[in-house]
């Protein structure tokens, strides 16, 4: 228990840590004085407190509320679907929510009768749109993950479903014009620093909803990875938790994937790490071990992303990818093993 | 007068599917009072389990009434019956990175609200489960690294974390060996008698049931229920009529099942008590059958002292040091006579 103690309080000061250093780093190198200072209120040199203000605090913010969120999901549908390797990209919840955006773009074009909307003016359509894609795949997979308990057939239906609705979207761009599409193309690469205030307005209330909403459900949760039968018999009713988790999943992923773009690997990395860490699987501790976790990586992928000392900014997709995708295989590797999940 | 913990009255237990229904059992009438350790035997797939599950709420029955401390469980509804059952079932626990104590706090789940967080109360009888389950020392360790004897008095623990009149178990020895059963139904048995709980459990055991058990619920291939002492339930020939078949016979002497087989020879058998019960055994087994009548008999083996056993066959007399060596002999004479 100490031990856990301990580690909460090192990843907690590793995040202002990291938080403090995301601020500073990029194309314009700014002094962490004048940070500090204007983190307290104090006045700095203008086009500093522009910077800060209007791109680097947003970006930061934005990094953390994605880490937490992402990765919180992937916890949650690891132990819904008792799966080690379930996770929101990989179930293709995300590209659900990404057909869901594509519709809202895109089908004005094909279908003109419909209210042309963009990105930019109408975030409530944008997210509405997001989630109940997002809800769309997850009910599928849900009802397949009934009868089909093999851990594998799982992912594969979750990627085939990724691949169809990847599809889809294909389709509704190609009878697009282009200008749409090109703005559709941008909102797919997945970008923290396209986040702005007013969208960090959407973004945070309703993401922490869901954020706090899951910190209530380690009792649940722990009792479901012991199975249905034994949940069942401790009195936990497994179709509420079910119908919780897959909500509150829908709910974050779909906001998430709105405004930042679909982000691979964290949702299912983050978790395993947390359980290696800390060394349990009781969801008392992995539930805010995880968030912590989420939003210490998260940052850390930013950081990353920005490539320290040029201009250029790589897709924090693929950073996650490649931080991500390893773990998943040693995961794999480890399950194998040990052929027993968590 | 002892209380009645469960109480089956004209219970059907089967599946129903939308176009037909399929009945596992019917007409189960069988109760189990406080204090009372119960198994519910019968060959493998004549619906033990379903009838647990049955009873458990986790399928529902076809016809008739359960009731648990008098109230019918249909009527209850989650924590309320988590507060009257307890299970433990065959479902294997996959997660690793739980310790034992994480999962035997789960039994109190019924006490707590959403949370879940512990209470005093509910931290006492986590430890009360442990210590009585032999755990003391385990709370700490990962379930996924214990025995299956170890994780079985886990689960065990759970339950009785859980605080519940009754307990079912579903083939609870099933994965352990002969000391871990031996030692998990001790404990069953302590349990029942110590804090006046009824427990069901479903094996298909026949010797640990009819060691330790107080009832037996035994079930035929129909699905039907034929309740009793074991003892009365051997000299009745139920377990003959349940398990026997062209192949084997269970012999009431013993209570052990042994094999039709054709013999080869009698046995005449005289001698040492202890020795002579071994060499029988060994004699059976090579199918040669034991008679009183010195005459009659093919061969006549005595034991003398100092284990040596005298074989006398028409009239060679051969002396042999063990029984291996004896049943050699006899089956080298049996083979000369064809």
């Keep these: 228990m100490k031990r856990n103690s301990l580690l909460f309080i090192i990843i907690s000061m590793g995040i202002v840590l990291i938080f403090l250093l995301d601020l500073r780093l990029g194309s314009v190198a ?25 791109f680097r605090l947003p970006k930061a913010i934005t990094a953390c509320i994605v880490g937490a969120g992402v990765s919180i999901t992937g916890l949650q549908m690891q132990t819904l679907f008792r799966n080690p390797l379930a996770d929101t990209s990989i179930l293709g919840v995300g590209h659900g929510a990404s057909l869901g955006v594509a519709t809202f773009v895109l089908a004005p074009n094909i279908l003109p009768g419909l209210l042309s909307t963009s990105i930019s003016n109408n975030y409530w359509g944008l997210i509405i749109a997001s989630i109940m894609g997002a809800f769309v795949v997850l009910a599928i997979v849900s009802s397949i993950a009934t009868w089909m308990r093999d851990i594998v057939s799982l992912l594969i239906i979750g990627v085939m479903l990724g691949f169809i609705t990847g599809s889809l979207v294909s389709i509704l761009q190609f009878f697009s014009d282009p200008e749409t599409v090109q703005s559709f193309l941008i ?6 620093s396209g986040t702005t205030w007013t969208q960090l307005q959407f973004l945070i209330p309703i993401v922490s909803i869901g954020l706090f909403a899951s910190l209530l459900l380690p009792k649940s949760m722990n009792a ?4 249905e039968n034994y949940a069942k018999s401790v009195g936990v009713s497994v179709k509420t938790i079910r119908i919780t988790l897959v909500v509150l999943t829908g709910l974050i992923t779909g906001t998430l994937t709105a405004f930042v773009g679909p982000i691979a690997f964290l949702g299912i990395a983050v978790p395993h790490v947390a359980r290696l860490l800390f060394k349990t699987a009781n969801h008392r501790t992995l539930i805010p071990a995880t968030m912590l976790l989420g939003v210490l990586l998260m940052l850390c992928c930013d950081i990353i992303s920005q490539l320290p000392g040029s201009n250029t900014t790589i897709p924090i997709n693929s950073v996650t990818s490649i931080l991500g995708a390893p773990i998943v295989i040693f995961v794999i590797m480890q399950n194998r093993r040990k052929k027993s999940i968590f | 007068m002892k209380k009645t913990i469960l109480n089956l009255q004209k219970t059907a237990t089967g599946y129903k599917y939308s176009n037909k229904t399929k009945v596992i059992s019917r007409e189960i009438n069988a109760s189990i009072d406080e204090g009372k350790l119960v198994a519910l035997l019968g060959p493998n797939g004549c619906g033990k389990s379903t009838l647990l599950r049955t009873i458990a709420g986790l399928q529902p029955s076809l016809e008739g ?13 989650g924590k309320a019956k988590a507060k009257l059952l307890s299970l433990v079932l065959t479902d294997r626990i996959e997660v690793a990175n739980l310790i034992v104590r994480d999962i035997v706090e789960v039994g109190r789940y019924p006490y707590t609200g959403s949370m879940g967080v512990l209470q005093p109360k509910d931290e006492i009888l986590i430890n ?4 009585q389950c032999n755990l003391e020392d385990y709370s700490d360790r990962m379930y996924s690294e214990l025995s299956d004897g170890e994780k079985q008095r886990v689960m065990l623990a759970r339950a009785l974390a859980q605080d519940t009149p009754l307990m079912m178990l579903d083939e609870p020895t099933a994965h352990l060996d002969l000391p871990n059963r031996v030692e998990l139904m001790k404990m069953l048995r302590d349990l029942a008698q110590e804090m006046n709980k009824a427990i069901l459990l479903s094996t298909h055991e026949l010797d640990l049931a009819l060691q330790w058990c107080d009832t037996i619920w035994l079930m035929n291939t129909d699905g039907y229920i034929e309740s009793g002492f074991p003892e009365d339930l051997v000299l009745n020939d139920a377990f003959a009529k349940v398990f026997s078949n062209d192949s084997f016979y269970f012999d009431k002497t013993t209570g052990v099942f042994k094999l039709n087989r054709r013999t080869y020879g009698t046995v005449f058998l005289t001698g040492n008590n202890v020795i002579k ?20 008999a093919t061969h006549c083996v005595h034991i003398q002292d100092s284990k ?3 074989l006398k066959n028409q009239n060679k007399k051969i002396s042999c040091s063990s029984i291996e060596e004896l049943l050699n002999r006899i089956n080298n004479l049996n083979n000369n006579v064809k």
Excluded: C, H
């Design chain 1, 30 to 54: 700014i002094p962490m004085d004048a940070i500090v200072d204007l983190l307290q209120g104090e006045p700095i040199k203008q086009s500093w407190e522009y910077i800060l203000i209007n």
């Design chain 1, 187 to 192: 909102w797919t690469f997945g970008s923290l």
């Design chain 1, 224 to 227: 479901i990875l012991l199975g």
């Design chain 2, 65 to 77: 009434t359960i009731f648990i401390n008098n109230t019918k469980i249909e009527n209850l509804k």
């Design chain 2, 128 to 131: 009360e489960a442990i210590q």
């Design chain 2, 277 to 296: 019960e071994w060499t029988r055994r060994a004699l059976e087994r090579e199918g040669y059958e034991l008679i009183d009548n010195e005459k009659d």
């Design chain 2, 308 to 310: 040596k056993w005298l």
